[in-house]
T-cell receptor
């Protein structure tokens, strides 16, 4: 398996522009997570899907952020409009089963490094 | 609220043993995980503890005490490639998934 795939790997944009990050989870995995990582705030969970349904979006910072999972093999995280403080590395991760349990290893994608000027 | 505490930095020499502690305060608890992240890389899973006690996986072991809200990661026979950041993470079943601030381990020759 190719693992979790994210695109783009790097994104540089200007403040006010729309940004869309993409993720393809590992085939057969039922749960998908979006994280944001910065030096100041560490690794933060933004949203979690199980069987394509958003379960926990309490980490989504504000209305400018939205996430979708139209099918089991694809998810997007959209920021509109983007701001400089959104600059971070955004990771997507997937797990085989439900989020909790002894086999809840999360497989992370390589991340998207977002820079908003 | 929920919080996890880890030392920010740990330094050790090759071949040594190092222990990275993690204490947590959460409204619910299902298990404690450990992840490793090299600079510029993605977190990778190391271990998971749901029950009290020690779990051993090669050179790495992880311990959990649910009554003390405490766990640790033990790395033995340190190698240069072990230089990385290590995160503990709490899984609050049905509520949230929270990563600790991370511990940066530097292994010196």
């Amino acid at each position: 398996d190719a693992g979790v795939i994210q695109s783009p790997r790097h994104e540089v944009t200007e403040m006010g522009q729309e940004v869309t990050l993409r993720c393809k989870p590992i085939s057969g995995h039922n749960s998908l997570f979006w994280y944001r990582q910065t030096m100041m705030r560490g690794l933060e969970l933004l949203i979690y899907f199980n069987n394509n349904v958003p379960i926990d979006d309490s980490g989504m910072p504000e209305d400018r952020f939205s996430a979708k999972m139209p099918n089991a093999s694809f998810s997007t995280l959209k920021i509109q409009p983007s701001e400089p403080r959104d600059s971070a590395v955004y990771f997507c991760a997937s797990t085989l089963g439900a989020r909790s349990g002894p086999h809840n290893e999360q497989f992370f994608g390589p991340g998207t490094r977002l820079t908003v000027l | 609220g929920q919080s996890l505490e880890q030392p920010s930095e740990v330094t050790a020499v090759e071949g040594a043993i190092v222990q990275i502690n993690c204490t947590y305060q959460t409204s619910g608890f299902y298990g404690l995980s450990w992840y490793q992240q090299h600079d510029g890389g993605a977190p990778t899973f190391l271990s998971y503890n749901a029950l009290d006690g020690l779990e051993e996986t090669g050179r790495f072991s992880s311990f959990l005490s649910r009554s003390d809200s405490y766990g640790y990661l033990l790395l033995q026979e340190l190698q240069m490639k072990d230089s990385a950041s290590y995160f503990c993470a709490v899984d609050n079943y049905g509520q949230n998934f929270v990563f600790g601030p991370g511990t940066r381990l530097s292994v010196l020759p």
